[in-house]
């Protein structure tokens, strides 16, 4: 599965079209894992810069991130900014509210020491939650615990990247792993993922893509949006003009049917009393 030319090219298209659309986390800048998570939650519609101006602006705001969990959804909708602020401050208060209850505190410092998750069983709590809501979200926090972008293959992740053409859509998920780690530089890649997860997700699913909702789907190659109105215009003015002729043609016709009526001659019920007024009466 070779990454051509065109492959690369296009991975740039999408990142340029769809980065801001979908959002997606570009690095691990935070220090902290639980503001890490915050930033992926409220970066789409944003992107990295606007949203990590957010999560900086919460974190001095707020005593800490359990005061932003108990605060009104508008308030940090009005802290957190941009469209669809009050769902992005929705999707906070859930992710803090589910640590919470999960964890009986609001700290992920163990995933700095994964001495302090016995057995990994935390991590496997944290992961099944984040992916139950997106597979984007799991990208990045195994990322931030990597310190480096973690390619995660699950889900519809495949398919899409076949729609879109960067891939034939053939190899094992080790093979595909590496293949989609040449598609972009490393600094693009965490923001590639999470595009392409998102996608999987929401409008390019299995086995119909919702196309036309899909925000893809101007430079999509396997997208099966309707054409534009502007094109079907003609052939509806066509179908009018028809439909306009025809109406006419049985017009005429009836008019036609009107005017033989009226010249037919008198039926012999007419002439009837007339031959008995020119007859002679007998005695």
């Avoid at 997106?134 to 293959?153: F, I, N, Q, T, Y």
């Avoid at 293949?179 to 392409?196: K, N, W, Y």
Wanted: proline residues 6%; positive net charge; contains cysteine.
């Amino acid at each position: 599965m070779p990454v051509t030319p065109a492959m690369k090219e296009r991975a740039q298209k999408v990142l340029a079209e769809l980065e801001l659309v979908i959002g997606g986390v570009r690095d691990t800048e935070e220090t902290h894992p639980l503001s890490h998570l915050a930033l992926t939650t409220i970066c789409r519609g944003l992107g990295t810069k606007r949203a990590r101006a957010a999560v900086r602006r919460l974190e001095s705001d707020y005593v800490d991130w359990n005061d932003v969990r108990v605060t009104p959804v508008r308030e940090l909708a009005a802290k957190v900014g941009g469209e669809d602020s009050i769902a992005r401050a929705e999707r906070l208060v859930e992710l803090l509210a589910m640590v919470f209850l999960r964890f009986n505190r609001l700290s992920l410092e163990w995933l700095s020491d994964p001495a302090k998750d016995t057995g990994g069983r935390k991590m496997d709590r944290l992961v099944k939650w984040l992916g139950d809501r997106s597979l984007a979200h799991v990208v990045s926090l195994k990322s931030w615990v990597a310190r480096s972008p973690e390619v995660v293959v699950d889900g519809g992740f495949p398919k899409v990247l076949q729609r879109l053409g960067l891939s034939d859509g053939k190899g094992a998920a080790t093979a595909l792993k590496l293949h989609v780690r040449g598609l972009v530089p490393e600094s693009d890649l965490m923001a590639l993922l999470s595009i392409i997860h998102t996608l999987a997700e929401t409008t390019c699913v299995s086995p119909k893509p919702e196309c036309t909702t899909c925000v893809a789907r101007s430079f999509c190659p396997s997208s099966h949006a309707p054409a534009p109105a502007k094109e079907a215009a003609p052939k509806l003015a066509k179908s009018s003009s028809a439909k306009a002729s025809k109406t006419e043609k049985a017009s005429t016709q009836k008019v036609a049917v009107k005017g033989t009526k009226q010249k037919a001659p008198p039926s012999n019920a007419d002439k009837t009393p007339a031959r008995a007024k020119a007859s002679p009466r007998k005695s």
